[in-house]
């Protein structure tokens, strides 16, 4: 049979509201054309993120009625503990509320003014810690990642010339870690190869550097690994988790993306010297050691979310729903990164609308016209997001983020058509105006007027 089916079926819903064109033009015009402010009620598909917006399952259900919510010790800590330790083989695991909490403890123990972290491409809130602390956070995704149209199997990978390059540069007394999130969202949700998270590694020996995984979607990851890396295909999805893990010294990993769980994250570490100091300040911002920032039914949610996620029906539904948003875009001439990522689809703004210049806000522009047009909640991933204080970002992206199990195909259909019909009338698009920005990170809650 050629058709992917959703590999489960509903036995709880959740209904939608369905809006008219009209309510949801006085919607925007209400919020200042910044989609973030719209109620979710008034939202009918929900793309803004793929993180915590997951859909559990009945056994995870069943998990969290067996929470052990003791203090110290309880047995959802164990079972929790036991399944990652088979996972990915680490001995020290500690729990957090979710995966920013654990970067902060770990550039807070790593970090500091003078240090340089190099990633392929630091998340928002990776980059926001590491600078945080006083270090320096530095991209190095190789040349094919940052042109939304070249394809490449693995446009997450490292470039492992630059890498030893910035050693030479900066010396390796000054990189606390080195850094390889996997997949790469900032850069299109593209996977990074076996192969290369091995180069990293032997770098990393030679210069007797730390190497940490931002692992959030390590089960995606390794399903691309599977499909498209010369020699992995006769792999299990959890022989190549494994050998992944086995080439790190630790990891910061939120449980709301290949966790399958809406709240939760870990801190993965070898370093028995950095355990004790990370396990000091888990106590005094997150939690006990057993639970982090979390309850014991997180913890057993968390537990059964992580063995599901290794599941290979799973995975290739997962990853063909993503990979059918995105053909069907491209067949309908709308431009997106390529190839399509595994947690999202990324539309290329500048080419959906070329009437509408950076500094007007084209991905905005198209955000707020899927909402307007169809209900379609997205980010902008451009000049809104990273233009604050003047500067000009490669890439007018919109990202349209697929939350896990919870759309089904026809959502999706009705997510192309929208797209389409949009495309269709690219030319009513408008340019925006800020009006009101905070100082930072005005995306969330910056105002716009349509010119
Ligand atoms: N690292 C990566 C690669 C992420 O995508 C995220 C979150 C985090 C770290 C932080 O995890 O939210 O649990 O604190 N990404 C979400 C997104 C928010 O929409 O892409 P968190």
Redesign the pocket.
């Known amino acids: 049979m050629r058709t992917i089916i959703e590999p489960f079926r509903i036995k709880v819903v959740e209904p939608i509201r369905m809006t008219t064109r009209e309510q949801r033009e006085r919607i925007l015009r209400e919020v200042g054309y910044n989609v973030f402010l719209v109620h979710a009620e008034d939202v009918l598909i929900d793309l803004?993120?793929?993180?915590?917006t997951g859909a559990m399952s009945n056994l995870q259900w069943a998990g969290v009625m067996r929470g052990d919510e003791s203090y110290a010790g309880a047995k959802s800590w164990y079972v929790f503990r036991e399944k990652i330790h088979e996972l990915t083989g680490f001995e020290h695991i500690l729990p957090t509320?979710?995966?920013?909490?654990?970067?902060r403890i770990l550039f807070q123990l790593v970090g500091g003014p003078g240090k340089v972290v190099p990633n392929n491409n630091h998340?928002?809130?990776?980059r926001a810690n590491v600078e945080h602390s006083g270090a320096k956070a530095v991209d190095l995704v190789i040349e094919e990642g940052r042109h939304p149209t070249t394809r490449h199997p693995f446009k997450g990978n490292m470039d492992v010339a630059k890498l030893e390059a910035l050693i030479q540069e900066v010396g390796a007394e000054n990189i606390p870690i080195v850094m390889l999130?996997i997949?790469?969202?900032?850069g299109g949700g593209q996977p990074v190869s076996l192969e290369n998270i091995r180069a990293v590694r032997k770098v990393c020996d030679r210069h007797k550097l730390p190497f940490f995984f931002?692992a959030?979607?390590f089960a995606e990851n390794a399903w691309f690994v599977k499909m498209r890396e010369p020699g992995q295909q006769d792999c299990s999805i959890r022989e190549i988790v494994r050998e992944m893990f086995d080439l790190v010294d630790g990891a910061?990993i939120?449980?709301?993306?290949d966790g399958l769980v809406n709240?939760?994250?870990l801190l993965l570490l070898r370093d028995e010297q950095l355990v004790r100091k990370a396990n000091e300040l888990l106590i005094l911002t997150e939690g006990y050691v057993t639970y982090g920032g979390l309850a014991g039914r997180d913890l057993e949610a968390m537990a059964q979310g992580f063995e599901e996620v290794v599941s290979e029906d799973y995975l290739q539904y997962r990853i063909r729903s993503t990979e059918y948003l995105g053909e069907n875009l491209l067949a309908a001439g709308i431009q997106i990164v390529e190839p399509p990522g595994g947690?999202?689809i990324y539309i290329d703004a500048k080419h959906f609308c070329p009437h509408i210049p950076p500094h007007q806000f084209p991905g905005q522009a198209v955000s707020c016209g899927l909402y307007r047009h169809a209900g379609i909640r997205t980010?902008e991933i451009g000049s809104v997001m990273f233009g604050q204080g003047g500067a000009t970002p490669a890439m007018e992206l919109v990202?349209l983020?697929m939350p896990r199990r919870v759309y089904t195909q026809s959502h999706l259909d009705y997510v192309v058509e929208g797209a389409v019909e949009l495309f269709q009338q690219r030319d009513s698009l408008r340019g925006l105006e800020i009006v009101y920005e905070p100082p930072a990170l005005r995306h969330f809650t910056a105002r716009f007027r349509e010119l």
Do not use: V, Y
């Not at 998340?123 to 990776?126: A, E, I, K, Q, R």
């Open positions: 803004l993120t793929d993180s915590g509320h979710q995966g920013r909490a654990s970067e998340f928002d809130t990776t999130t997949t790469n969202n900032s931002d959030c979607r910061t939120s449980a709301k993306k709240i939760g994250g947690h999202a980010s990202r983020a």
